[in-house]
Structure formats: C-alpha cells, structure tokens
C-alpha cells in the first residue's frame, strides 16, 4: 500500500497554474523588481548625503585610513546590493578625498579566524579582535567604517559609525540618515557632492530658468475630410508657420496659454492668414519635468482667411470642374471662417513638441466637399492637423 500511495503521488498529474494566476506572479516580480531598483537607488542616495557631509565636516583633521569594515542591506535584497553599496561608497569617497577618508584593504580584517588563549578559545573576525591583529601583523591604529541600511515602514535609514582599531574598539563618530521611500533619489553626482537644499534649487532654478513667457515658433499642416459624395472637389492640405506667445500661469507650468498668428502659402494655390488661441493642461504630472517628455491636452479656436485657386471647396455648395472653369478668370475666392479645436501635445525639455488635433468649422459643417473625419457628440470635425513647435 505505501508502495501504491508513492507511486500515485509521483506519477499523477501536477497541478497547474491558471493563466490568472500566471499573469498575477509575473506582475508581482515586475513590481519586487521595480521596488528593489527604487531602493538601490535610495540608498546609493544616502551614500551621497553621508560623503556629502564629510566633505563640509571632515571627521578627520589629515588624511586617515579606515577599512570599511561591513555594509549591511535590508533583508532579502541579497548580497548583490551589498556589493553595489559597497562599490558606490568607494567610488564615491574616491572622487571626494576633502573627506579625510581614505579606504584600505586589509585582509586580516575580514577573514575569521580561531584564536586560543588562557582565558577560552574565540572565533571572530579579525576587525573585531585588535589584538588579534597585533599578533597577526596587522594595520593598528586604524579606523573601521560599519554602514547599516534598513527598512523602517515608509523609511529607509542608513546608520554609519566610524571605530578605531584598539582594544577598547571605541567610536569616535555616528550619524543615522532617513529618507522616504516614497520620495525620489536625487541622483547627485559623484564628483560635484551638493546637499539635499541645493539639489532641490538646482531643480527649481532649472524650472524657472524659462521664464513664465515664451516664444513658440510652429510648422503646421491642416488636412481637409474629403467630400462625403463622388460630387464635390476635395480641398487641399493648408501648410502654417505660426508664432507669437505663450505664458504659464506659474514656474511648474501645469496650465499654458498661447496667441499666435500664422501664414500659409502654396504656389499657385492659396495664401492665407490666422489668428489663434489656445489653453492647455499638463496631464502627466503637477509641474513639467526637466528629465522626461510631458503630455499636455488642449482647446483652443482659431479666425482664418485664406484666398487663391485651391480654397474654391471652403464653400457649402457642391463643386465641380466646371464651376472652377468658369470663375477661372475671376477673381481668386476669399474664404474666411472660424474654428474650434482639441489635441494632444508631447513636448521634450518644452524645447520641441509634437501634437495632433481635430478641428470643427461650424460654417462648412454642411459643405459638400468636405465629410466629417470624426464625429463627438454630435459634433462633427472636418478637419485634422498636425505640429512641430519650438519654444524660444
């Protein structure tokens, strides 16, 4: 029977996951991924601050040698943030020495050894046992640096403290440094250490560096729906360069408006003139970022008057072939009209952005020689263009 019962577990069908399931774990590696990189980062971030602060307090008056003696890391992270910790620290000190740090490598300090004695026998490191390194020919009078990083809830503390070789093994220096995880590193660099106040300056002076008014210069192009019937003649794509100004309501820019003007002109087609007028709202955060792209959603209205062979269609009427012989020796038709429209914007460092948008033109909603490219709300938009805007 044990046999039978064995052999029935070993041979039967192994349960598989569902591919909810499946779906739910590969989210959940993302995510202890993701969390993982944004505590690295963290901490490599309170290594800055801690090597930040030796450089305008030096706890050494000369240069001192230390072994870094351990970095500790938040439970299950492993021993590979612990080298990265490690390797920053170095790399970090190394490009500051106004610290008075300099790291050592001693071999005698991390290996474990067995050492008996008349009062026992003790199993320890050699940094934790002075006299230990004495006998084994050792650096003495050196200082031992222990950085301990922990999790703390929302927290992440980084605790450091320096200690001398001797046999009493005192500590002649301690710090603890906080940061939350829910606020991001600041990414210093390493040979231009500044604190956490003037990183954030840096970042406003950045924002503000702008100015609350710019001067956006745009290449536009206007497409026309064609005609809903075989009757009319289609209109021709209208090209714009525009330009005038755009104004923020503060530094952070989360809401913009722009006037401009613009000029359109095809050889031996048509030239024309507009006015426009535009609101926007940032929708991919508070304020815009200097580091990545910002989306901004917009409405706006525009007056234009174009003239010229290629703008007989802008009219509600059918039109033919023969309609354009017989006015060919009139004069060009004048076209005036407004427009509404929305869009979308991405702009990169708000130095150059692309966008799209759909228009309505109330006065041509019934023109047969054009069609609706998109209908909402019952309202129909006849006309779809696309930007490419530099900010000045």
């Known amino acids: ?56 307090r030096p706890v050494f008056e000369s240069p001192t040698n230390v072994v870094l003696a351990s970095v500790t890391v ?31 490598h001693c071999p005698q300090c991390s290996a474990m050894f067995v050492h008996s004695g008349p009062e026992g026998t003790v199993v320890s490191r050699g940094i934790d046992n002075p006299e230990l390194l ?40 301690s710090h603890t440094l906080t940061t939350s995880t829910s606020a991001p590193a600041l990414l210093r660099e390493s040979t231009e250490l500044k604190s956490a106040a003037e990183v954030r300056e840096d970042y406003l002076k950045a924002l503000r560096s702008r100015g609350p008014i710019q001067v956006p210069v745009r290449l536009a192009v206007r497409a026309f729906a064609r005609p809903r019937s075989g009757i009319g003649i289609p209109v021709p794509p209208l090209p714009w360069l525009q330009s005038g100004v755009e104004f923020g309501t503060d530094d952070g820019r989360a809401w913009t408006g722009s006037l401009v003007g613009g000029v359109s002109f095809t050889p031996q087609s048509s030239t024309g003139l507009m006015a426009q007028a535009r609101v926007a709202r940032l929708v991919t955060g508070r ?86 490219y998109v209908r909402l709300f019952d309202i129909g938009f006849q006309s779809w263009g696309n930007e490419v805007t530099f900010w000045f």
């Open 134 to 173: 004495v006998e084994l020919g050792g650096a003495t009078g050196q200082h031992a640096l222990f950085v301990d990083v922990e999790a703390q809830g929302e927290q992440l503390v980084l605790r450091a403290r320096l200690t001398r070789l001797t046999e009493d093994l005192p500590i002649v220096w």
């Open 74 to 104: 938040p439970v299950g992270l492993g021993t590979g943030m612990q080298a990265l910790l490690e390797n920053h620290l170095t790399s970090v000190l190394l490009a500051n020495p106004t610290t008075q740090v300099q790291l050592v």
């Open 1 to 56: 029977m044990m046999w039978a019962l064995l052999a029935m577990v070993t041979t039967g069908p192994a349960e598989a996951a569902s591919p909810v399931e499946e779906a739910q774990l590969v989210q959940v590696d993302k995510l202890r991924a993701r969390m993982a990189g944004e505590v690295h980062l963290l901490a490599f971030d309170l290594l800055d601050e801690l090597v930040y602060q030796w450089t305008q």
């Open 287 to 372: 304020v815009r970022s200097v580091t990545r792209p910002d989306v901004y959603v917009f409405v706006g209205g525009a007056v234009l008057n174009v003239w010229g062979p290629g703008t007989f269609s802008l009219q509600v009427d059918p039109l033919t072939v023969d309609d354009i012989l017989l006015n060919a020796e009139l004069e060009d038709p004048r076209h005036t009209f407004g427009a509404a429209h929305a869009g979308i914007d991405l702009r990169v460092g708000n130095r150059i952005g692309i966008s799209t948008f759909i228009e309505t033109i109330p006065s041509l909603r019934r023109s047969a020689n054009l069609d609706d």
